[in-house]
T-cell receptor, first 114, second 114 residues
Framework: GAGVSQTPSNKVTEKGKYVELRCDPI?????LYWYRQSLGQGPEFLIY????????DSGLPNDRFFAVRPEGSVSTLKIQRTERGDSAVYLC????????????FGAGSRLTVL | KQEVTQIPAALSVPEGENLVLNCSFT??????LQWFRQDPGKGLTSLLL?????REQTSGRLNASLDKSSGRSTLYIAASQPGDSATYLC?????????????FGKGTLLTVNP
């Protein structure tokens, strides 16, 4: 596609529920990133994929968070047993290769945990 | 741990003014520095990327400078317009194996009044 697409744009869920957030990167971009932006803060790194593999998942806050990219294109961020503190905007970005490249960000998925 | 600080947190100016946004970072071992724009409900748009070996980059009315040794960058916006109103974020990547990982500041909320 022309840009990075994220769905849903908004998700409201109850504490304890399971949530999946989807990212469809720009076609041909091998690098994909997830960031989390809490209110009034800058985005914080969660995980980086190069192709199908998670090259760096050091930013995932705990084992309730998991992300996959099985075919090297679409990625899904999965959050188990959601907590109110998980409420944030989850941003996905992609780039042709990592490092010196400009990232293209999606509009984000706003997650609200009640 | 890299920390990025942006000053001021918010800025309101009349249309036509030239303005400067500031960004400082604690670890000078950076790979590159980027300035992003974020509009409400939208993703981040990359404005300028400065490699660690560069001193400045220009795009239209925007000019970004980098002083790596002092850990500072400035974004200069000439002849500001109401359409420039947005949050501006500064982000650095670290030199070495994890140069794909961006550390963001909290941003400067800019309002340009007609």
């Amino acid at each position: 596609g022309a840009g990075v697409s994220q769905t849903p744009s908004n998700k409201v869920t109850e504490k304890g529920k399971y949530v999946e957030l989807r990212c469809d990167p720009i076609s041909g971009h091998t690098a994909l990133y997830w960031y989390r932006q809490s209110l009034g803060q800058g985005p914080e790194f969660l995980i980086y994929f190069q192709g199908t593999g998670a090259a760096d998942d050091s930013g995932l806050p705990n084992d309730r968070f998991f992300a996959v990219r099985p075919e090297g294109s679409v990625s899904t961020l999965k959050i188990q047993r959601t907590e109110r503190g998980d409420s944030a905007v989850y941003l996905c970005a992609s780039s042709f290769i990592s490092g010196a490249n400009v990232l293209t960000f999606g509009a984000g998925s706003r997650l609200t945990v009640l | 741990k890299q920390e990025v600080t942006q000053i001021p947190a918010a800025l309101s100016v009349p249309e036509g003014e030239n303005l400067v946004l500031n960004c400082s970072f604690t670890d000078s071992a950076i790979y590159n520095l980027q300035w992003f724009r974020q509009d409400p409900g939208k993703g981040l748009t990359s404005l300028l990327l400065i490699q660690s070996s560069q001193r400045e980059q220009t795009s239209g009315r925007l000019n970004a400078s980098l002083d790596k040794s002092s850990g500072r960058s400035t974004l200069y916006i000439a002849a500001s317009q109401p359409g420039d109103s947005a949050t501006y974020l500064c982000a650095v990547s670290r030199s070495g194996g994890s140069n794909y990982k961006l550390t963001f500041g909290k941003g400067t909320l800019l309002t340009v009044n007609p």
